[in-house]
């Protein structure tokens, strides 16, 4: 392995310790933890070993950020809520030339950062976005599955629905989402190959998952990460659909929605506070987890295919953390060699990246269905022959 200094900002919250744990299980890098307590930053080096070390730094300290990113080869940025944090991280590491890994999925720093596209490619940087669980492994997922089991995929629907203690970044960042639909989901599905815009509380479904799920009602969102796959590869029909698994956190969701109680800092700080309390009501006698259901119609060897596939987490921070820790794997190591701004499935090799979560747990479950007839001879009978 290649000698490198990977700098967590935001290391001591529960992603960026499930990232630097990965990290230094399977590499021999040199793990820095920053963040605003070096009490707290201490704390976690002493549980995590020799490789970490600490560095007292701040967001909002331009010379303290650009300091820790100096100190780097590749800069992991796990603070939040990223509505906030912007691209403050972002830009120290293209300041100080270094790589850097955003696990969070803020499409406005991807757009922001397509300004910068000469200066990251001639600076030989590579900067991924969205490289979490969602967004992240949710869209590599269906890229992999459909690139290992059909020679063409015409159908897409596609499930998911989470469940845990939420804490005040990620309940932030998800009433931002609420009132800046199309920055990052958006109630939008493909229809004959065209894409086409959907309200988003009529959208809803009820589906019967499988367990431990069942019954929940889902509603159409759409990710722009999947987009490129979608149209490039001509797939005629997607529907996704996603929801918080549990009562109170859509109860929460639904309120904000309908009073916009998203317009200013102060309404958004509520907001993420009312879903913290409701997502711990939801957790009452309950255990976290997070479900990715898949279903995909195609073709394959000439011949009709349906495959189920179902991939369960039981932790949807260590989840996150692994899958930032990995891409920066891939970074350090070049096997990722691609120079400028990037969401995860623009770059990463989906059955490489599958193979090694795989190996960490994360399983999918698959079911098949193949078609009795072969399509060359049903497309021989429409054409006469």
């Known amino acids: 392995m290649t000698n490198q200094r990977i700098g967590i900002v935001g290391g001591y919250g529960r992603v960026g310790l499930e990232t630097a744990r990965y990290l230094i299980k399977t590499t021999d890098y040199d793990i820095v933890i920053g963040g605003r307590s070096i009490r707290k930053a201490d704390e976690a080096a002493a549980n995590l070993g020799t490789q970490v070390s600490t560095r007292m730094v701040d967001i909002n300290d331009q010379s303290a950020l650009d300091a820790f990113c100096r100190r780097c080869n590749i800069v992991i940025n796990c603070t939040g809520p990223s509505a906030v944090v912007r691209d403050h991280v972002a830009q120290a590491a293209m300041r100080e030339g270094v790589h850097y890994i955003d696990p969070g999925g803020h499409n406005p720093l991807y757009y922001a950062l397509g300004k910068k596209e000469t200066e990251l490619i001639s600076k030989g940087l590579t900067f991924l976005l969205a490289v979490g669980l969602m967004p992240g492994l ?5 890229i992999h599955v459909a690139k290992s089991h059909f020679d063409q995929v015409n159908t897409i629907e596609y499930f998911y629905i ?14 931002w989402g609420i009132g800046n639909i199309g920055h990052g989901e958006a109630p939008v599905f493909y229809e004959n190959g065209q894409r086409k815009n959907a309200n988003l509380w009529t959208s809803g479904k009820i589906v019967n998952l499988p367990p431990p799920i069942g019954k929940h009602k889902l509603f159409l969102v759409f990710r722009e990460e999947l987009r490129e796959f979608v149209e490039s590869n001509n797939i005629r029909s997607v529907r996704v659909y996603g929801n918080n698994w549990g009562t109170w956190v859509c109860l929460a969701t639904m309120l904000i929605s309908l009073i916009r109680m998203y317009r200013s800092e102060e309404q958004l700080r509520r907001s993420a506070h009312l879903i913290v309390k409701a997502s711990k009501r939801d957790m009452k006698d309950k255990e976290p987890g997070f479900m990715l259901h898949l279903i995909l119609k195609g073709e394959k060897n000439w011949c009709e295919k349906k495959v189920v596939s179902t991939l369960f987490l039981k932790d949807t921070y260590r989840a996150t953390g692994v899958c930032a820790a990995v891409a920066a794997y891939l970074v350090g190591e070049n096997i990722i060699t691609r ?46 022959v």
């Open 162 to 175: 989470g469940r845990d203690r939420w804490t005040f970044n990620s309940a932030y960042d998800i009433a």
């Open 138 to 142: 949710s869209e590599v997922f269906p």
């Open 339 to 384: 120079r400028g701004r990037f969401w995860l499935p623009q770059v990463v090799d989906s059955t490489h990246l599958m193979s090694i979560l795989e190996q960490e747990g994360y399983v999918p479950s698959y079911s098949h269905e193949k078609g009795m007839k072969s399509l060359g001879t049903l497309n021989e009978m429409k054409n006469g």
